[in-house]
């Protein structure tokens, strides 16, 4: 009867996102009166699982999962939870979770609920508060089935660290054939992916050029963000499409979102209006960022943004 969690990792190591999960299944968990049982998928150092809340530790090492397959990732999950008899699924918000979420609540003939911001205000009915209107409200949602999967905002909950220690037991699931073969995987190579980061610094066609994106990295780099772009700066080949962020891109989920050059399309904002605070650097005092923003400077980039790194910098090296 443990709630159930679904941890990812890259490259044996967990994403950031696991971590949220499992303290946000601690959670749920101490409100049901029950514990966290997380499922590691050709992971290392799956004890490091029980610092945040994690009492068990499914551990699964098969080559055929090495890269993401959501038939084959949602047949795992699932028969990990009938073992654990589990009436709780936990989940991400990232693209593999919510390719695989749908499978797995056919399979478990569960309700599902994506995009959850908080703990459960009642475990009976189960009830959950989740964004709603490209994050513009917010549903109490009841999930009524006898098996409930929740769909984890990023960022929503956060990291909580928890006093408790893991068992790690192998799990040796049947995995089904998908009838896809992966032959090759691209992966962006930013220091910090832009679904884990906390900080995002985007640029858009303000910039004028690729050979001006520099100063973004630059920015990114003293602020410890991933890097990222407007659907028309990777429509015309100055970044990779991998970094557009937006409604039809990357939902972006961070503590902090800075947009430079972007004049702020409503597909844009739909697709980050989830990150909590939000900074805007353009010339027109009228784009439409300036209405969804937290603070907003009016000025141009190529002198704000120089100035910004400058103070940054030196603000660091006092603090040091």
């Not at 601690?26 to 050709?42: F, H, L, P, R, S």
Request: with cysteine; proline share 4%; glycine share 8%.
């Amino acid at each position: 009867m443990s709630v159930l969690v679904y941890t990812e990792s890259e490259n044996g190591k967990f994403k950031k996102a696991a971590l949220e999960v499992v303290s946000y299944a601690k959670a749920v968990a101490d409100q049901m009166g029950t514990t966290v049982t997380a499922v590691a998928i050709n992971a290392d150092d799956n004890e490091s699982l029980g610092a945040y809340g994690a009492s068990k530790v499914l551990s699964v090492k098969d080559d055929s999962l090495n890269n993401f397959n959501a038939k084959k990732h949602a047949a795992v999950i699932e028969q990990a939870a009938k073992n654990e008899s589990a009436k709780v699924v936990v989940l991400s918000s990232s693209a593999d979770s919510k390719y695989l979420a749908p499978l797995l609540a056919v399979g478990l003939d569960a309700g599902y609920v994506s995009n959850v911001v908080e703990a459960p205000s009642s475990t009976s009915p189960f009830t959950v508060k989740r964004t709603a209107f490209t994050n513009k409200a917010f549903a109490n949602t009841e999930i009524n089935t006898d098996v409930k999967i929740v769909g984890l905002s990023n960022n929503s909950f956060g990291v909580v660290e928890a006093s408790g220690s893991a068992s790690v037991e192998d799990f040796s699931p049947s995995i089904p054939d998908s009838g896809v073969n992966v032959e090759s995987v691209d992966k962006a190579t930013d220091k910090v992916s832009i679904a884990d980061a906390e900080v995002v610094v985007s640029g858009g066609r303000g910039l004028k050029g690729p050979e001006n994106w520099g100063m973004i990295e630059e920015l990114a780099d003293v602020l410890g963000a991933a890097t990222a772009c407007s659907k028309p700066v990777s429509d015309l080949g100055w970044r990779p499409h991998g970094e557009h962020v937006g409604q039809t891109g990357k939902p972006v989920a961070s503590n902090l979102y800075i947009a430079i050059g972007i004049s702020g399309a409503i597909q844009h904002l739909a697709g980050i209006n989830a990150s909590k605070v939000k900074v805007v650097v353009n010339t027109d005092p009228e784009a439409p960022f300036f209405k969804a923003a937290d603070y907003g400077v009016v000025g141009d980039a190529f002198e704000v943004v120089p100035a910004l790194i400058e103070k940054l910098k030196a603000f660091k090296a006092q603090n040091a």
